[in-house]
């Protein structure tokens, strides 16, 4: 006779048996004891956290006679009755399972309903099940909103769902609505040794570890996988017989690479990466569990207390944490999981694994020079680029020196009357000056000084802006607000539209910018790691991405 699979043989029977929803077994329970049934209910969750399976126990509960045939409803079913041993056999026919997902039209959900009209054949209740409720079409969501809401009242509805939020909220809100919670790893460990335990099979922790940790909060998934353990291991499940199984990577490996990534050591780097590709590993999986370690690391650095003592890698985790500085590891946490998405675009998956690792050895905060080089990058002749124009020399030296200097230290003379020019303000330092934001600041940034006429009644100042859409009416009266308040007089603001200089704030910014990112450039070319990479692998730097800081 062919064995029952695990996830089959230990699904629960009664609330007591059932792992990790606690919240929904007290409100179940609570309304089972006091006799305050809802019509409906929608059990949320991923798959295999237990919708089935609680479906199947309120049934029993609202249908269990008893041993001796004369019980009551209850919150604890005997599982000796006929109705709850024929609803655990699944051939009850007043508790009827519906797929959504192979019925889903109109049709189908009217045909339910017809049936509902008539009392239970055997029982208190005839409790219909819908599964993957959200399957259905609206149409038939339509056709089943006037039962749903008033149901006869011999009818129970549990609707289940992946995804509640394809569900029309007036379904929603005929329903008790619970969202059954993931398995953390935790539990679904504990669970492990309990089977594994009574069906006499020997183990090592930490290969349920690694079960349930690819199981990703699924209980099911977890005893689906232990079986498949059981028989690769053909004997005890050990932790190297999982990873061989499932194609996951040992700790020890990624451990190595972030000890290659403090070391500055390119070559081992790609050592490591050729000796998983030997081994078949996933490297999707790889870069899973390399961020998974990375964000450990990240929280022992600032929380120490979060590293478990009954963590294999435990050990390993604060030693990184000491020797990786907190930017280091938020950007290779950065990098891991933004580079899991381009393995498809790469040539092969090595590749693009290789690829990830040195960039985030390229990219490593405070490196300079190539190879984990400290000294300072050679200086090199300027990367060769198409004419610029001969103002530019002009312009961009001046405003790289007013960058340099503090500006709050710069003085701002007050106006003087008209026709000393030696007195107008200097607009550009002014404009910084200002406390203004949003868009009154950029307006400020887009605007050049044409005229400044002071009087004893006020000063009137003519600026030219190439951005008139800037100007709007509230804008240029904050302006004129915050420049009242720095001279301690009236200014009126008048404002014209045309090309400028070369002088506003944004302009000069926009130069400055320019000057760094081409000289940031020059330096990334002239590095000799990159370099390197451009000859070994034949990368090269997209043009526009290098940033400045």
Not at 45 to 66: D, Y
Not at 130 to 158: G, S, W
Not at 530 to 539: H, R, V
């Amino acid at each position: 006779m062919t064995a029952l699979a695990l996830a089959r043989s230990w699904r629960p029977k009664t609330f007591s048996e059932l792992v990790g929803q606690d919240h929904v077994v007290k409100a179940l329970t609570h309304a089972l004891d006091q006799g305050r049934l809802h019509h409906a209910w929608l059990f949320t969750g991923t798959r295999g956290v237990g919708k089935t399976t609680i479906a199947r126990i309120m049934a029993k509960a609202l249908n269990c006679t008893g041993a001796d045939g004369s019980g009551k409803m209850t919150s604890e079913p005997c599982g000796k009755c006929p109705a709850c041993m024929e609803i655990d056999a699944g051939r009850f026919v007043d508790y009827i399972e519906m797929d959504a997902a192979s019925n889903r039209g109109v049709d189908d959900i009217a045909a339910l309903l017809e049936k509902a009209a008539y009392a239970p054949s055997n029982a208190r209740y005839k409790v219909y099940m819908i599964d993957e409720v959200h399957m259905l079409t609206n149409h038939a969501f339509n056709a089943m909103l006037k039962t749903l809401e008033e149901p006869p009242e011999h009818i129970k509805f549990i609707l289940a769902t992946t995804d509640p939020q394809k569900i029309p909220v007036t379904i929603l809100s005929r329903c008790l609505q619970f969202n059954l919670k993931q398995m953390p790893v935790p539990l679904i460990v504990e669970h492990l040794e309990k089977v594994l335990a009574a069906e006499k099979v020997a183990y090592e922790v930490n290969a349920l570890r690694v079960l349930a940790k690819a199981a990703q909060g699924s209980m099911r998934d977890a005893l689906s996988l232990t079986d498949q353990a059981i028989a690769y291991a053909a004997g005890k499940v050990t932790e190297e017989s999982i990873r061989n199984m499932l194609g996951t990577l040992d700790d020890a490996y990624l451990i190595r690479i972030l000890d290659c990534l403090i070391a500055k050591d390119g070559a081992s780097l790609l050592a490591v990466a050729n000796e998983m590709g030997e081994r078949s590993m996933s490297f999707s999986l790889a870069l899973q569990d390399l961020s998974s370690l990375l964000q450990k690391i990240a929280a022992a650095q600032v929380v120490p207390e979060s590293v478990l003592e009954d963590w294999p890698e435990a050990g390993e985790i604060r030693r990184l944490a000491t020797q990786l500085t907190k930017e280091e590891a938020q950007l290779f946490y950065q990098i891991t999981i933004t580079s899991r998405p381009d393995l498809s675009l790469a040539p092969d998956e090595q590749t693009g694994f290789a690829m990830t690792l040195l960039r985030m050895l390229a990219f490593r905060p405070g490196r300079n020079g190539g190879g984990g080089a400290s000294a300072p990058a050679p200086s090199a002749p300027p990367v060769a680029s198409a004419p610029r124009p001969a103002t530019t020399a002009k312009t961009v030296a001046p405003a790289a020196a007013a960058l340099a200097s503090p500006i709050a230290t710069k003085p701002i003379t007050k106006a003087a009357p008209v026709g000393d020019a030696t007195n107008i303000p200097d607009w550009h330092s002014l404009m910084r000056q200002l406390p203004v934001k949003g868009l009154v600041q950029q307006l400020a940034f887009q605007t050049e000084l044409q005229d400044w006429k002071d009087s004893a009644a006020g000063v009137k100042a003519t600026i030219v802006t190439p951005m008139p859409q800037l100007a709007s009416e509230a804008s240029v009266a904050r302006l004129a607000d915050a420049l009242t308040a720095h001279f301690g007089k009236p200014v009126k603001i008048v404002i014209e539209k045309g090309e400028v200089e070369g002088k506003t704030v944004a302009k000069v910014d926009a130069q400055i910018h320019q000057e760094k990112r081409m000289n940031a450039e020059q330096m990334i070319a002239a590095d000799p790691f990159i370099q390197q990479l451009e000859k070994e692998f034949g990368a090269k730097v997209v043009g526009g991405s290098v940033k400045p800081h």
